[in-house]
């Protein structure tokens, strides 16, 4: 092996030794002991990657991302299918069509999909960074802002120009959950849009049904082509009118 | 999976994909969001894994797919021959350079160099995977992710020079037709 096949291949060995037992890695490594230039370019090489790893291992993910993620993954792990037959599945299939028609016939206040999109918004009103871009969305506030205005229906909602043009798009459960800010009566409100088609499928109840928790309060609604969520920290009362 | 078994894995994955998605993506928002969708595509699908020891492979590969299918396709038609070589070699200096640096400049130099190396050489630092191990999760040969350590590595060494000298640390030039998302 020549000298700059051994960089070449040493280039690849894990800086932490995680690579040590690796035969691939022992002629280049039995070389560096006997050619001390080859050692010594290796010695540097190791320092510097050691350095830049370690540097990279002090990066921190932003707060609240774990939470977000096992709120998340709670939504997806809610849909998922057992391993079974496929005679299994249908007669698994047809029990969740019964179940499911009797759950979200009723649909009384607080039903689970609800509830997962008031705790999603909930969460996001306290620990996201909030604030949209755009024209679009510049207008929605405003209205929203307007004394008296009723809350967005789908005849409003251009959900495809706010996005592409800055609102705020948040990812919920995998699909795209736009966000805007507004104040009115001296409350801060968060107004939540996401596509009816996307991961609660069409859970939510037309609504509005009212969650209130510890970090605030949220109504939940749909239209029958989005589900909205107004989140605010001044209680339902405010919420209910607003609505 | 149970959820006290999710909640391990998310622990013992979640900040170095986070890592791995932000030298990806270059910005905190979309590396969140990466990270949080290749979970969620684990609760919904790679809970049939059997072997819970290569989930770690799996969710890197899955979030580096996801990175992939995010971004325009136009930028995955450059070949490695059109991208600029990098031929600096590692120096005594480099390595004290590098320790005086904050984390957030050293991430900004890693995430100017050009992504065909980037991903392969983030893998790396992180030392969560063997070559082997990146080469299975880029979908590349094994000589591939060696030929792009060597350059990628001479690139980031360059752009932490210029990051140590106070210029600003630019994105590596790209060949025609090859932009970034």
Same mark, same amino acid.
């Given at each position: 092996?020549?000298?700059?096949?051994?960089?070449?291949?040493?280039g690849?060995?894990?800086p932490g030794?995680g690579d040590e037992g690796?035969?691939?890695?022992?002629?280049?490594?039995?070389?560096t002991?006997?050619?001390?230039?080859?050692?010594a370019?290796?010695?540097? *090489? /190791?320092a510097h990657?050691?350095a830049?790893a370690?540097k990279? %291992?002090e990066?921190q993910?932003?707060?609240g !991302? $774990? =939470?977000a993620?096992?709120?998340g993954a709670?939504?997806?792990?809610?849909?998922?299918?057992?391993?079974?037959?496929?005679?299994w599945?249908?007669?698994?299939?047809a029990l969740?069509?019964?179940?499911g028609?009797y759950?979200?016939?009723g649909?009384?206040?607080?039903t689970t999909?609800?509830?997962?999109?008031?705790d999603?918004?909930?969460?996001?009103?306290?620990q996201?960074?909030?604030?949209?871009?755009?024209a679009?969305?510049?207008?929605?506030v *405003? /209205?929203?802002?307007?004394?008296g205005?009723?809350m967005?229906? %789908?005849?409003d909602?251009?959900?495809e120009? !706010? $996005? =592409?043009?800055?609102?705020?798009?948040?990812?919920f459960?995998?699909?795209?959950?736009?966000?805007?800010?507004f104040?009115?009566?001296?409350?801060?409100f968060?107004l939540?849009?996401?596509?009816?088609d996307?991961?609660?499928?069409?859970?939510?109840?037309?609504?509005?049904?009212?969650?209130?928790?510890?970090g605030?309060?949220?109504?939940?609604?749909?239209?029958g082509?989005f589900?909205?969520?107004?989140?605010?920290?001044?209680?339902?009362?405010?919420?209910r009118?607003?609505? | 999976?149970n959820?006290?078994a999710?909640?391990?894995?998310v622990?013992?994955?979640y900040?170095?994909?986070?890592?791995?998605?932000l030298?990806?993506?270059r910005n905190?928002?979309?590396?969140?969001?990466?990270?949080?969708?290749?979970?969620?595509?684990?609760?919904?699908?790679?809970?049939?894994?059997r072997?819970?020891?290569?989930?770690?492979s799996?969710l890197?590969t899955?979030l580096?797919?996801?990175?992939?299918r995010?971004?325009?396709?136009?930028a995955?038609s450059?070949?490695l021959?059109?991208?600029?070589?990098g031929e600096?070699e590692?120096?005594?200096?480099?390595?004290?350079?590098?320790s005086?640096m904050?984390a957030a400049?050293?991430?900004?130099?890693?995430?100017?160099v050009?992504?065909?190396?980037r991903?392969p050489l983030?893998?790396?630092?992180l030392?969560?995977?063997s070559?082997?191990?990146?080469a299975?999760?880029l979908?590349?040969?094994?000589?591939t992710?060696?030929s792009?350590?060597?350059?990628?590595?001479?690139?980031?060494?360059t752009a932490l020079?210029?990051?140590?000298?106070?210029?600003?640390v630019?994105?590596f030039?790209?060949?025609?037709?090859h932009?970034?998302?």
């Amino acid at each position: 092996m020549k000298t700059a096949e051994a960089k070449f291949i040493l280039g690849a060995f894990r800086p932490g030794g995680g690579d040590e037992g690796d035969p691939a890695f022992a002629e280049a490594l039995r070389m560096t002991s006997g050619d001390p230039q080859l050692g010594a370019w290796f010695a540097q *090489a /190791r320092a510097h990657d050691l350095a830049v790893a370690s540097k990279l %291992a002090e990066i921190q993910p932003p707060y609240g !991302l $774990r =939470e977000a993620i096992v709120a998340g993954a709670r939504v997806g792990g809610r849909q998922r299918r057992p391993a079974a037959t496929w005679g299994w599945m249908a007669l698994a299939a047809a029990l969740l069509v019964a179940v499911g028609l009797y759950a979200f016939r009723g649909s009384p206040p607080g039903t689970t999909a609800t509830r997962q999109l008031a705790d999603y918004a909930i969460t996001d009103m306290v620990q996201g960074k909030h604030g949209s871009r755009g024209a679009p969305a510049g207008a929605l506030v *405003a /209205r929203l802002q307007t004394e008296g205005a009723p809350m967005p229906g %789908a005849g409003d909602i251009d959900f495809e120009n !706010l $996005r =592409e043009t800055g609102c705020r798009t948040l990812n919920f459960a995998g699909h795209d959950l736009l966000e805007v800010c507004f104040a009115r009566d001296g409350a801060e409100f968060h107004l939540y849009v996401t596509r009816r088609d996307g991961p609660l499928g069409d859970a939510v109840a037309k609504g509005p049904d009212f969650v209130s928790e510890a970090g605030g309060a949220a109504a939940v609604w749909s239209d029958g082509r989005f589900d909205y969520v107004v989140a605010t920290e001044a209680g339902v009362a405010a919420l209910r009118r607003l609505l | 999976m149970n959820d006290e078994a999710f909640a391990q894995l998310v622990d013992a994955q979640y900040a170095p994909l986070y890592r791995f998605a932000l030298s990806l993506a270059r910005n905190g928002s979309d590396a969140g969001d990466l990270v949080q969708q290749t979970f969620f595509i684990w609760a919904t699908k790679g809970h049939g894994l059997r072997e819970l020891s290569k989930a770690k492979s799996w969710l890197f590969t899955t979030l580096y797919r996801e990175f992939l299918r995010g971004r325009r396709r136009d930028a995955r038609s450059s070949s490695l021959e059109d991208l600029p070589p990098g031929e600096k070699e590692p120096a005594a200096e480099d390595f004290d350079r590098v320790s005086k640096m904050d984390a957030a400049t050293v991430m900004s130099a890693l995430q100017s160099v050009d992504e065909a190396f980037r991903a392969p050489l983030t893998l790396f630092y992180l030392e969560d995977l063997s070559y082997q191990e990146i080469a299975a999760t880029l979908d590349v040969p094994v000589g591939t992710v060696m030929s792009r350590l060597s350059r990628g590595k001479a690139q980031l060494r360059t752009a932490l020079s210029s990051a140590d000298s106070g210029g600003k640390v630019l994105p590596f030039p790209q060949p025609k037709g090859h932009r970034h998302s």
